[in-house]
């Protein structure tokens, strides 16, 4: 299985793409409403095909984004969608995203077929409109694969704003959602009783966040918001150990068959709820202690918020979510298929050196650091992949969560001191072992958020492409 064997099939109103102009200078007022549109679409296929089918058009409430940075040219994410004015035949809007459906692909479940929901969200157009989606090809660039032609006064266009009737707050009101970063923060698994624990949880996995850096600097630069989804009894759907659950927004563990993997594929009924503040990004804290979590670029993030260890795995996760950080580490195990070493992956913190004169963070490389930079892999791979062993049969023991814990806080201590005894740690280099391939595939230091649990820190990489994104939604 893999990404270049796709077979593209398309659903549309037109099977003719026509070559369109990239808009510079675009006026947001010229162009659109101070409202946010969302496309719900079916996204549908298996490991060779992928169609798309429209469910709805609505009105997602006031728009949070910025006025003046329209076009994305961060060159991030899977997919990528644009908004191309049907009669000036110009793009006047663009963002790259990530899916759960581009990752389901990669799964042993994708020789047959699945149905996702998914959306994309843009400010709402004045006039008739292209959206075009397209995918990134092997070579990294973007191949379109289906367009839909809409007109912003149709019948089928529901332009009334959905009001709901949970509670809602600001944790971080730092002004003009247009000039902000704006996290809207949703809960899953509390019961009508735990108002004053999400609200705990809220703040205190928002104060993690903010401790590090470039977060913490740029503080100011935030606005987050919070809604409260109550359900009857607390905890969400846990199908390994055999514990059922039906929350409001559906969040499980065991996604593609993981354990510790959290998603919500209920997307219209998060949507829904999440569009009663503006927001550009969402996090969904999960009230259990089982470590879980996910993050998905431009989607969202999930976070067992009851864990020892929620605060990285809040910030990770966030990581994911917001500037298509990649997993850095490669002994746990995963659902979906290891990136190819044959291909530059398109993630900003990780490489497969196929030419070290090109390496991408080469700028912030000291001349004196080899490339590839040599570090005690082995004895970390040893000791790593002994902890994963032991991981596995602690949760066929079905144990206590602190017995995790505690293998956890030993691999913590063990990974902390041997990293720091190495020569090139604190460097920007390249360290062989990324993104779930132990091998070939290369990260920027010895250590990070994004590769162990050992401290609450990104690389100075990692760091780079977070600032770069807070720039797209406050500038």
């Known amino acids: 299985m893999s990404k270049q064997r796709l077979t593209l099939i398309f659903i549309s109103f037109s099977c003719i793409f026509s070559p369109h102009l990239k808009g510079e200078g675009i006026r947001f007022d010229d162009y659109f409403q101070n409202i946010t549109m969302r496309v719900d679409y079916f996204h549908t296929g298996n490991n060779q095909t992928e169609i798309f089918a429209i469910d709805r058009i609505v009105n997602d409430g006031a728009w949070a984004g910025s006025l003046t940075q329209l076009q994305d040219r961060t060159n991030l994410g899977l997919y990528f969608f644009e908004i191309i004015d049907k009669e000036q035949n110009i793009v006047i809007y663009s963002r790259g995203f990530a899916s759960i459906f581009g990752e389901w692909q990669l799964t042993p479940e994708a020789t047959e077929y699945g149905t996702f929901h998914e959306s994309v969200r843009f400010p709402w157009p004045l006039k008739p409109f292209i959206l075009a989606i397209s995918k990134r090809a092997s070579d990294n660039s973007f191949q379109k694969i289906w367009q839909h032609e809409i007109d912003p006064y149709s019948r089928l266009v529901n332009p009334v704003e959905l009001k709901l009737p949970f509670k809602s707050w600001a944790l971080k009101d730092n002004g003009d959602p247009h000039s902000k970063v704006d996290i809207v923060i949703l809960g899953d698994g509390y019961s009508h009783e735990?108002?004053?624990?999400?609200?705990?949880?809220?703040?205190?996995?928002?104060?993690?966040?903010?401790?590090?850096?470039?977060?913490?600097?740029?503080?100011?630069?935030?606005?987050?918001?919070?809604?409260?989804?109550?359900?009857?009894?607390?905890?969400?759907?846990?199908?390994?150990?055999?514990?059922?659950?039906?929350?409001?927004?559906?969040?499980?563990?065991?996604?593609?068959?993981?354990?510790?993997?959290?998603?919500?594929?209920?997307?219209r009924t998060i949507r829904d709820v999440a569009s009663i503040v503006p927001y550009e990004f969402m996090i969904i804290l999960v009230n259990e202690r089982t470590y879980g979590g996910g993050g998905i670029y431009n989607?969202?993030?999930?976070?067992?918020?009851?864990?020892?260890?929620?605060?990285?795995?809040?910030?990770?996760?966030?990581?994911?979510?917001?500037?298509?950080?990649?997993?850095?580490?490669?002994?746990?195990?995963?659902?979906?298929?290891?990136?190819?070493?044959?291909?530059?992956?398109?993630?900003?913190?990780?490489?497969?050196?196929?030419?070290?004169?090109?390496?991408?963070?080469?700028?912030?490389?000291?001349?004196?650091?080899?490339?590839?930079?040599?570090?005690?892999?082995?004895?970390?791979?040893?000791?790593?992949?002994?902890?994963?062993?032991?991981?596995?049969?602690?949760?066929?023991?079905?144990?206590?969560?602190?017995?995790?814990?505690?293998?956890?806080?030993?691999?913590?201590?063990?990974?902390?001191?041997?990293?720091?005894?190495?020569?090139?740690?604190?460097?920007?280099?390249?360290?062989?072992?990324?993104?779930?391939?132990?091998?070939?595939?290369?990260?920027?230091?010895?250590?990070?958020?994004?590769?162990?649990?050992?401290?609450?820190?990104?690389?100075?990489?990692?760091?780079?492409?977070?600032?770069?994104?807070i720039d797209v939604y406050v500038h």
Not at 224 to 251: D, M
Not at 256 to 266: C, H, I, K, N, T
Not at 386 to 412: D, H, T, W, Y
């Open 194 to 267: 735990q108002f004053e624990k999400f609200k705990a949880d809220a703040i205190r996995l928002m104060r993690e966040l903010f401790s590090v850096q470039p977060f913490q600097s740029r503080e100011k630069d935030f606005n987050v918001r919070a809604i409260f989804t109550p359900c009857e009894q607390p905890g969400v759907n846990k199908p390994h150990p055999n514990i059922y659950a039906r929350t409001p927004l559906s969040l499980t563990y065991g996604a593609f068959d993981s354990e510790r993997y959290v998603l919500g594929f209920d997307n």
């Open 299 to 469: 989607l969202y993030s999930t976070v067992s918020a009851d864990n020892k260890f929620a605060d990285y795995i809040m910030v990770h996760e966030f990581g994911h979510q917001f500037a298509a950080l990649a997993d850095e580490y490669y002994s746990s195990s995963v659902s979906y298929e290891a990136p190819s070493v044959e291909i530059e992956p398109w993630e900003p913190n990780i490489t497969a050196l196929k030419d070290p004169s090109m390496l991408k963070w080469k700028h912030l490389v000291e001349p004196s650091t080899p490339i590839p930079t040599p570090w005690d892999k082995e004895t970390f791979d040893k000791f790593s992949y002994q902890i994963q062993i032991e991981r596995n049969q602690i949760r066929a023991k079905n144990e206590p969560e602190e017995v995790m814990e505690a293998l956890f806080e030993s691999e913590r201590k063990f990974e902390t001191e041997l990293i720091d005894k190495m020569k090139y740690t604190g460097k920007v280099g390249a360290f062989e072992g990324a993104g779930y391939n132990q091998y070939g595939m290369y990260r920027p230091e010895t250590d990070c958020i994004m590769f162990t649990r050992n401290r609450q820190a990104f690389c100075k990489v990692c760091q780079e492409a977070i600032s770069k994104i």
